[in-house]
């Protein structure tokens, strides 16, 4: 999955293997660390995935704007003895950017009905996430529906961008945490109170009022979220947006009536990382469409029917052979200055949306696309922060002037990284399919009582 995003947003993981015997008993042995969500969860096999802890700053940034991740021990000492403010890390799971009637993408074009049983009537204006949420409802797994649409945040536009955040932060589910030196300290298990506090240590002795410092936090994530980290010019001071008040009496029902605006036109900076999360998204937007233009040869479409991961081995086969083609080609050619140099290495950086296109097009099949654009609608983005001091700006090294954002004459040094870039199942092309009839199902049915 690396090669599909700038190399700055994904840090290389190792290899790692348990050393133990009895995994039975080290399992016994993590209870007491798991939290109450997580405590039906097992580890099954001694091979692993080691990662830095991104909750963290990376120690240093050298000349190549690569990242040097310490373990969190480390970091954590290192910043009582010499940092002024502590070190935050928003994580959000933006979940699907894209709806199935945008303008902007006419190439993929594919209508929600064709997805749906003939008899199923008119599909509602909503995107996949506002419609999964009344089926999560349905099954009492929410309390109430969230006001967050990632159309909004992917749409590139501040406003909208804001009323996503914003959305997030009073209905966080399992797509918005917050932690303060690598301990969460507000997701959905918290009060909003709890959110309220933590902004007041985040803007200390500022002496704004609560709505202030969440318009200043809620302006902070949609700076980091559109920064470009290729550029190292010096950071200006960004100015301040604010959602306006609706003075007009609240109507609870609203949210239910609401539509989706779809993305009809691309506002998001080349280099951001929404921008390459949505472009390897849109993967699965191809395949759907492909899948629809040949439903009778479901086979064919989508020939990955295994319950196993194999397919991962393939895609990496296939990889090797792109890169094989790519070595040959250069060597053919004299010209020092052929696109296909670059790609030959597997972290290309910011070349890494024209070198993976090259690869996608012509290696894989519209399965193999579809398990890649899926892996990318469940990510997550780490939002790392820590507000700077006059003093320690002055220290930092000439790399990180690319790593600041400054906010209502504030500076804050930021990372972004990506993380949960698991392989998803074999199966999740059905599961989507009929998540998505089953919320439509659920949204419809919601809505008759509603209007009784």
Known sequence: MRIFFSQRFVPEPKLARLDTYDLEEFNRQLVKF???????????????????????????????????????????????????????CVEIKPKQGWSFSEQCFEDNFIQLESLLPADFGTAPGKCRFCLYQYLKLRKKSIPKVSKYCPLDLFSGKPIRMLHAIKGLIGAPQNNFRLSKNGRIVYDESREKSVFNRILKEIFQRDGRSKEERKTIFMNLIKE?????????????????????????????????????????????????????????????????????????????????????????????????????????????????????????????????????????????????????????????????????????????????????????????????????????????HKKYVDQLRDSVGAYRDFMIRLRR
């Open 224 to 428: 980091i979220l559109l920064k470009d980290f290729s550029t190292q010019s010096e950071p200006d001071d960004r100015k301040l947006l604010a959602i306006r008040k609706n003075r007009k009496k609240k109507d609870k029902n609203l949210i239910h009536n609401r539509t989706c605006t779809p993305i009809n036109d691309c506002f998001l900076p080349k280099n951001c990382v929404l921008k390459q999360i949505l472009d390897v998204q849109l993967f699965v937007k191809s395949s759907l469409a492909d899948s629809n233009k040949c439903r009778n040869q479901q086979d064919m479409c989508f020939p990955i029917q295994a319950e196993s991961l194999s397919y991962v081995d393939e895609l990496h086969e296939k990889y090797l052979d792109y890169i094989d083609q790519i070595r040959c080609s250069s060597m053919e050619d004299d010209d020092d200055d052929d696109d296909g140099r670059s790609c030959m290495n597997s972290n290309p950086g910011e070349e890494a949306g024209r070198c993976s296109s090259n690869f996608t097009d012509f290696y894989l099949s519209s399965g193999e696309k579809y398990q890649l654009g899926a892996t990318a609608m469940d990510c997550s983005i780490m939002l790392t922060f820590r507000r700077l001091s006059e003093r320690e700006e002055e220290r930092l090294p000439a790399s990180a002037r690319s790593h600041i954002v400054s906010l209502e004459s504030m500076r804050f040094l930021v990372n972004v990284t990506i993380t949960d870039l698991d392989a998803k199942s074999p199966n999740h």
């Open 34 to 88: 798991r939290p109450a969500s997580r405590l039906k969860k097992e580890i099954k096999q001694h091979e692993g995935i080691l990662y830095p802890d991104v909750a963290f700053l990376p120690a240093e940034l050298n000349q190549e704007g690569r990242m040097q991740y310490p373990s969190s021990l480390q970091y954590y000492e290192q910043h009582d003895r010499t940092h002024t403010f502590p070190t935050y």
